[in-house]
């Protein structure tokens, strides 16, 4: 599959918000990608992403579950996705009911990831996607509870209408912001109870470095190793603790003097 990385593009947002504090969903049009003339699907218009484009047909890095990653319709099976002649994720193919998980990779320095994206063709009543932690706990979606069903894909604003194959549909791409820090999505969960759920052009973004600092820290620039700022009241502990440790060692070579001298 091909990694591709995040660049400067934004265009408008219908946004609704499950949890104000915790996350956003939106449905945009994204952005048409192209490779040598040839519509490969769209994709995210936001920048500084990290893509996996499925450019790599048939490959399987990151991916568990019922899943194939190909080109084309096959009919009562899969529908390739609007403007998207290359390969793509379809979710439920050797089975009616199944599920396919994509494991995120893992930043450099541990930091969180603030935003998922991806491509969603003809979603359907029966598609569901989901976000698990670290711990396969699935995270809570607001009002959407833990799984956002394609019904719900399609009534976001900006969202495409559903209808049966094989007449074509205009497909969206679907947006997630975890504002909350405490919110780290590790996998992707896509679900289907029929034929099919198509996927393509998955992105995340890694928080920055300097914003993944928890408070009351200091980064050391060259190892960039965490170090923890001492309170006020333990700095002036810190200082106590000192200045009586040398008026010891201080008197002990008071007194050590003195004996010597009056050996």
């Not at 048409?32 to 500084?48: F, H, W, Y």
């Not at 094989?166 to 912001?177: D, G, I, K, N, Q």
């Not at 996927?199 to 995340?204: E, P, T």
Request: glycine share 12%.
């Amino acid at each position: 599959m091909g990694i591709r990385a995040g660049f400067p593009i934004l265009v408008a947002l219908a946004v609704v918000t499950g949890d104000a504090q915790a996350l956003t969903i939106s449905a945009t049009s994204g952005v048409l990608r192209t490779v040598g003339g040839v519509e490969q699907g769209r994709i995210s218009p936001q920048a500084g992403v990290t893509t996996e484009t499925m450019d790599a047909c048939g490959a399987t890095t990151g991916f568990d579950g019922d899943f194939l990653v190909g080109a084309g319709t096959v009919f009562h099976r899969r529908l390739a996705p609007d403007q998207n002649a290359g390969c793509y994720l379809s979710v439920g193919n050797n089975r009616i009911v199944s599920s396919s998980r994509f494991t995120l990779p893992t930043a450099p320095f541990g930091q969180r990831i603030d935003y998922i994206g991806f491509y969603v063709g003809s979603p359907d009543p029966y598609n569901f996607i989901s976000f698990l932690d670290g711990n396969g706990t699935p995270i809570n979606l607001g009002s959407y509870g833990v799984e956002l069903d394609g019904t719900e894909m399609t009534t976001l604003p900006g969202g495409p209408s559903s209808v049966p194959l094989p007449t074509p549909v205009a497909s969206t791409y679907l947006e997630f912001f975890f504002a909350a820090a405490d919110t780290q999505p590790v996998r992707i969960q896509f679900r289907s109870e029929n034929y099919a759920l198509e996927v393509d052009n998955i992105s995340w973004r890694f928080v920055p470095l300097s914003q993944n600092i928890v408070a009351n820290s200091l980064v050391d620039a060259e190892t960039l190793n965490v170090v923890a700022t001492p309170a006020p009241g333990s700095y002036y502990s810190f200082v106590a603790m000192l200045a009586i440790g040398k008026l010891v060692v201080r008197r002990r070579s008071i007194n050590r003097a003195f004996n010597i001298g009056n050996g």
